[in-house]
Each structure stands twice: as structure tokens, then as C-alpha cells.
């Protein structure tokens, strides 16, 4: 399966300062998409990452917010602005069908503490 | 739209004890279901795929479209499968719903 690097893995930041995750994975991949895992919650996707193109935000979430780049099939980025305490949560990327399997394959994740 | 319940956020047996981790669905396309596993400091990894019909680490899942569940199972508990446990429906567009998932502990 594919190999996903996120970065930063942790960060501590500011109430009303941005952040830039990277996700770099070791193949191309069509899908590929950013989560939120809230303390003690699940994950709830965010969007969906198009290369070459506008994100697609779920509901709730919307670009002014959660700024995403897709410049290539390989890599992609994740910018939370302007933070609350309430952004506290981990980030994840995911890939889907990387080298042809049917699955997701996720990031480390990056832990955001906002203060 | 999709769902995912998994009933029980909390489920705790002893070591060498059945264990089954509920998992129930709704989506009117067709579904590709996913349990992906958390130990504690580690990344989300994926478990089992139903359209793989395999046993991983002793764990298994069968699709029962009737009752649209995917219920995890595993004969005798280890302590080391003491995780978190997430179901996860993904649709041919890759978007996934994830239950909130229920954390096991294995009692020695």
C-alpha cells in the first residue's frame, strides 16, 4: 500500500494564526482527501483534494477556513486559518486506491493544539 | 446519504473470551465496507476489507446485506487487540463515513 508523510506531526500554535500540513505520498494517486479526528471522536471528512482543481468541502466545512493544494497527483497540503481553541484536533490524509487496491491508507496525522 | 452506527463506544472481555464488535450500515448504492484498527500511539491502519473475505490477526467480517451489517469477530481475544475499532463505509468516489468507533479492551 501506498507510504503517506504528513507534516508537522505536532504543533502547538497561536488563537488566530495558520497552519500548513503537508502530505507527501511515495506513488500517484487519483483520491486523495483530508480528515478531522476531534478529541475522543471519530474522523470526519473534510474534503476531497483535486489535483488541478478546487477542493470539494463536506458540509461544515468551507475553503475560506480550511485552504487545500493539490498541485500534483503525489502531494497536497492542508492550511487551517485563522485558529480557535476549537481547531484543536488531529488532521489526517488519506489516499484511496493507491496501486489499485480498494482501500483507504492514512497519514500519521498531525496534532494541533491551539492555545 | 451514508451511515455507520457502531452501538457500543466501550467493550471490555477477558483474554481468551469471544469478541464481537458491531458495525450496521445504510446506503443505497453499493457498499464497500472497512475495518481499520488504532493501537494506542499509532496510526489508523487498515484491518479488513469485506471484499477481501480474509482473517487478519484471527479477526474476521461478513457483509450481510439483509440486515446491512458488518459485525467484526474474533474467537478468542488477545491482549494485544486492545484498540480502537472503526467500521468504515467508502463509496466508489473514495468518500468514506466512519462510525465513532468503539474502543475494546482485553482484560489478562
Known amino acids: 500500500s501506498a507510504v503517506i508523510s504528513q507534516k508537522p506531526s505536532r504543533d502547538i500554535c497561536q488563537r488566530g494564526t495558520s497552519l500548513t500540513i503537508q502530505c507527501q505520498v511515495d506513488s500517484q494517486v487519483t483520491m486523495m482527501f483530508w480528515y478531522r479526528q476531534q478529541p475522543g471522536q471519530s474522523l470526519t471528512l473534510i474534503a476531497t483534494a483535486n489535483q488541478g482543481s478546487e477542493a470539494t468541502y463536506e458540509s461544515g466545512f468551507v475553503i475560506d477556513k480550511f485552504p487545500i493544494s493539490r498541485p500534483n497527483l503525489t502531494f497536497s497540503t492542508l492550511t487551517v486559518s485563522n485558529m480557535s481553541p476549537e481547531d484543536s484536533s488531529i488532521y489526517l490524509c488519506?489516499?484511496?486506491?493507491?496501486?489499485?487496491?480498494?482501500?483507504?491508507?492514512f497519514g500519521a496525522g498531525s496534532r494541533l493544539t491551539v492555545l | 446519504a451514508q451511515r455507520v452506527t457502531q452501538p457500543e463506544k466501550l467493550l471490555s472481555v477477558f483474554k481468551g473470551a469471544p469478541v464481537e464488535l458491531k458495525c450496521n450500515y445504510s446506503?443505497?448504492?453499493?457498499?464497500?465496507l472497512f475495518w481499520y484498527v488504532q493501537y494506542s500511539r499509532q496510526r489508523l491502519q487498515l484491518l479488513l476489507r469485506?471484499?477481501s473475505r480474509e482473517s487478519i490477526k484471527g479477526f474476521t467480517a461478513d457483509l450481510n446485506k439483509g440486515e446491512t451489517s458488518f459485525h467484526l469477530k474474533k474467537p478468542f481475544a488477545q491482549e494485544e487487540d486492545s484498540a480502537m475499532y472503526y467500521c468504515a463505509l467508502v463509496t466508489n468516489a473514495g468518500k468514506s463515513t466512519f462510525g465513532d468507533g468503539t474502543t475494546l479492551t482485553v482484560k489478562p
Open positions: 446506503y443505497s448504492g453499493s457498499p464497500e
Open positions: 488519506s489516499v484511496y486506491r493507491a496501486s489499485g487496491a480498494n482501500v483507504l491508507t
Open positions: 469485506h471484499i
